[in-house]
T-cell receptor, first 113, second 113 residues
Framework: AQSVSQHNHHVILSEAASLELGCNYSYGGTVNLFWYVQYPGQHLQLLLKYFSGDPLVKGIKGFEAEFIKSKFSFNLRKPSVQWSDTAEYFCAVNEGYGQNFVFGPGTRLSVLP | DTAVSQTPKYLVTQMGNDKSIKCEQNLGHDTMYWYKQDSKKFLKIMFSYNNKELIINETVPNRFSPKSPDKAHLNLHINSLELGDSAVYFC????????????FGSGTRLTVV
C-alpha cells in the first residue's frame, strides 16, 4: 500500500521567511499529487495539484510545489510567508487510476508576526 | 451555494447513543467519501461511494454504516457510540477517480462523553 510522509511535524517561522514543506510518497506508478491547507477550525482546501506536464506547479495564495519523480517528492514552497498562512498542511497522493487519496500526517505551520 | 455541506457542525452525545451525520454535495460529483480526523490531525478514509455503490470500506467498526440514497448524498450512521469515536468527521466529494482533487465539507466535530 502506498504511504505519504511529511518530514516536519511542526514548523515555526517569522513573517517574510521562506517556506519549504517536504512530502514523499511510496507509490512507484503514475500518481496525482496534491497539497491541502486546513486553517484553524476549518475544512481542507485545495492549494495546488499535479497531474502531468511541468513539474513545477503554482497554486493559490503564492504557493508552489515541485514534483521530483526520481525522489518521489512533492515539496511545497512559498518565498515569503504571512501570519495568515498559519495552518495545517497536508500532502495527498492519488494513484493514477485509483479512488483512494492517501493523506500525509500533516505539518503544522505557525507564522509569528 | 455551499458545495459540500455537512450537518450538524457539532455533535455532543453520551456513550451508547446512536447518531447520524448528513452530507450533501451540489457539485454533480460521482463519488463521495467519509474521512475521520483524529486529535493529532491524522486523516483516514472510512468509506467511499461511487454512484450510490460502496467502493472503499476501510477497517472501520461495523457500528459505522454509510448510506447513500442518491449520488448527491452520503450519510453516516453510528451505533453505540464510544469515547474513541470522538473526532472530526469530514465528508468529501470528487469526480470519478478524484483527479481534480476532493472538495471537503466543513466537518462535524463529534464529542462522546
Amino acid at each position: 500500500a502506498q504511504s505519504v510522509s511529511q518530514h516536519n511535524h511542526h514548523v515555526i517561522l517569522s513573517e517574510a521567511a521562506s517556506l519549504e514543506l517536504g512530502c514523499n510518497y511510496s507509490y512507484g506508478g503514475t500518481v496525482n499529487l496534491f497539497w491541502y491547507v486546513q486553517y484553524p477550525g476549518q475544512h481542507l482546501q485545495l492549494l495546488l495539484k499535479y497531474f502531468s506536464g511541468d513539474p513545477l506547479v503554482k497554486g493559490i495564495k503564492g504557493f508552489e510545489a515541485e514534483f521530483i519523480k526520481s525522489k518521489f517528492s512533492f515539496n511545497l514552497r512559498k518565498p515569503s510567508v504571512q501570519w495568515s498562512d498559519t495552518a495545517e498542511y497536508f500532502c495527498a497522493v492519488n494513484e493514477g487510476y485509483g479512488q483512494n487519496f492517501v493523506f500525509g500526517p500533516g505539518t503544522r505551520l505557525s507564522v509569528l508576526p | 451555494d455551499t458545495a459540500v455541506s455537512q450537518t450538524p457542525k457539532y455533535l455532543v452525545t453520551q456513550m451508547g447513543n446512536d447518531k447520524s451525520i448528513k452530507c450533501e454535495q451540489n457539485l454533480g460529483h460521482d463519488t463521495m467519501y467519509w474521512y475521520k480526523q483524529d486529535s493529532k490531525k491524522f486523516l483516514k478514509i472510512m468509506f467511499s461511494y461511487n454512484n450510490k455503490e460502496l467502493i472503499i470500506n476501510e477497517t472501520v467498526p461495523n457500528r459505522f454504516s454509510p448510506k447513500s440514497p442518491d449520488k448527491a448524498h452520503l450519510n453516516l450512521h453510528i451505533n453505540s457510540l464510544e469515547l474513541g469515536d470522538s473526532a472530526v468527521y469530514f465528508c468529501a466529494s470528487s469526480q470519478w477517480q478524484g483527479r481534480d482533487g476532493y472538495t471537503f465539507g466543513s466537518g462535524t466535530r463529534l464529542t462522546v462523553v
